[in-house]
């Protein structure tokens, strides 16, 4: 299942898109949620985006769901070289 955490955060990576998409539709009808948000970084922005897009459009059309906000930055950390690298990150809220 898709990785959450207490405030209906989904955090976007490499396992299956099925899973994601699935982890926040689960968020609004089994779990009761109002918000839910949707966190990734680097390559994973695109994929981020398509969950949005899919569970909103495809899965949720019939709970109004919409988004709220779309929120841009860029995170500093060390590559496994040591090196301090820039990665853009994507934070997508969807609310009842």
Do not use: C, W
Request: proline residues 1%.
């Amino acid at each position: 299942m898709a990785e959450k955490n207490e405030d209906n955060t989904i955090f976007i990576g490499g396992k299956p898109f099925m899973n994601y998409v699935t982890g926040v539709v689960m968020q609004f009808t089994t779990k009761g949620s109002k918000e839910v948000k949707i966190k990734a970084r680097g390559k994973f922005i695109s994929r981020a985006v398509d969950v949005e897009q899919v569970s909103k459009n495809k899965f949720l059309k019939e709970h109004a769901v919409q988004t709220k906000e779309i929120k841009t930055a860029s995170e500093e950390f060390e590559n496994k070289e040591g090196k301090k690298v820039n990665v853009s990150t994507i934070e997508i809220i969807l609310t009842k």
